[in-house]
């Protein structure tokens, strides 16, 4: 069964760092979303297979966030650096069962959705 808990976020500065942790996926996709407040729709962040062999990012933090997992402790990490307060968003992690490589950007294809955290970047 899975069950996704999120931990990390908080307050930053801009040009600062901060590290989202996903824990229970399983061996499922997991993709990184985040929504703006008063604005509607997820936007995909990142997503990675139990493998690693698949590994996308989203345009607007290429460069600055590294997704990673470590399937001994049934997690990923989201690694957000040179944040800027764009980035200022709720995060979510969520998982799943069955992914392709032209559908991991609709958040529709999730089937498991952690709690959400807040980042806020400050300028």
């Known amino acids: 069964q899975v069950r996704l808990v999120q931990s990390g976020g908080g307050l930053v500065q801009a040009g600062g760092s901060l590290r989202l942790s996903c824990t229970g996926p399983?061996?499922?996709?997991v993709g990184w979303f985040r929504q703006v407040l008063g604005k509607e729709g997820e936007e995909f962040v990142a997503?990675?297979?139990?493998?690693?062999?698949?590994?996308y990012y989203g345009d607007s933090v290429k460069g600055r966030f590294t997704l990673s997992r470590d399937n001994r402790k049934n997690s990923v990490y989201l690694q957000m650096s040179s944040l800027k307060p764009e980035d200022t968003a709720v995060y979510y992690c969520?998982?799943?069962?069955?992914?392709?490589?032209?559908?991991?950007?609709?958040?529709?294809?999730?089937?498991?959705w952690g709690q959400g955290t807040q980042v806020t970047v400050s300028s």
């Open positions: 969520a998982a799943a069962e069955i992914i392709g490589t032209d559908n991991y950007m609709d958040p529709n294809q999730y089937d498991h």
């Open positions: 997503g990675i297979s139990w493998s690693g062999g698949m590994l």
């Open positions: 399983g061996r499922t996709f």
